[in-house]
């Protein structure tokens, strides 16, 4: 019996405090390993399943997109040279005075049309005139003394050399004379050509320095704009050649008139050169001054096929547009088809294509952003963009 229970107690190993704690630690790790896989398990699952859905959506065919589309045609192009400018006066200066003096009357109303010579502002020349008067006496007796002196010449009762000396004598009084009516004048002072005097601040009473300004006279009809023409373009430019204006503040207006002056030289800054055009303006409303839009009319027509600028889409590896063609199905289904251009001059909201594009073809003018080749399309012209040759401002 005692065999026995040495041999079963050999048999069992001596459980250790460091074999329990061991135990004791691999049981969590298991079950927080198990748990991590059942959370791949489930996260693995739900990405299988969005994959899926992805997948049987994609065999679904996609809606066609909504674009607008317009027909290429051919239109007449007038080659032209456009360039703003600024309108400025044939006839302009600021009226001033040459000499001081105290306002007595002013004899316009701002705004008015004054002719050549009218007056404008009366200074007070009182001590002036008085002046003058005492210079023109001593005058006369001057002339008085010389004639006495020539008939005591005649009988040798004076010499030559004094008759010389009351001649220059008189002579140096009546230029004094002569320039104190001058400076009597510029109290006076008159319009120098007919044209619209502008607004001013001089007031009677009020003093006046020497080139202070009294108000701007201006001519208005005709009226010059100041243009800039690249040097590339001064060919184009020749005198007498068409111009129409439009001005900012002047819709649905359009002024004609013609070159008259090309500058003679450029600027070295920017190469370009002036070129001035006389515009009739007998309502007068172009103003010195105004910003304004020249175009002159160069050459001949020409014929081009055009669509809307938003038509076309500018890539670094060449310009494109899409064309609504139809599609194998059908005609009455359409599909995009990007085409390589070769665009020409623009003009508003058109450009010129000068290869690329067939008369009659449906170019797609808005919503191509969103196409690819072969993306079905559905036309909408509802709200298609401008197409205009000459665009304003449209008011919201």
Known sequence: MADAKTASALSTPPTTPGGVRKRRLLRPMLIMLAVVLVIV???AGVKFMQIS????????PLPPSVVTVTRAQLADWQPSVSSVGSMKAVRGVDVTTEVGG???TIGFKPGQEVAAADLLVQLNADSDIAQLHSLEATANLAVTVLKRD?????????????????DADLKAKVAAAEQQRALVAKKTIRAPFAGKIGVTSVNPGQFLNPGDKIATLQTFNPIYIDFNVPQAQLEAIALGQAVSVTAGGLPQQTFTGKVTAIDTKFDPTTRNVIVEATIANPQQRLVPGMFAQAV???????????VPQTAVTYNPYGTTVFIAVPSDQGNEVLTAQQTFIKTGPTRGDQVAILSGVKEGDQVITSGQMKLKNGSPVKIDNRDAPLNDTSPTPQEQ
């Open 102 to 104: 105290i306002v007595r």
């Open 53 to 60: 859905k992805v997948i049987a959506q994609s065999k679904i």
């Open 150 to 166: 020539k008939a005591q010449l005649a009988v040798s009762a004076v010499s030559q050399a004094q008759v010389d000396a009351d």
């Open 296 to 306: 002159v009319e160069s050459g001949t027509k020409q014929r081009y096929l055009t």
């Open 41 to 43: 398990a489930i996260i």
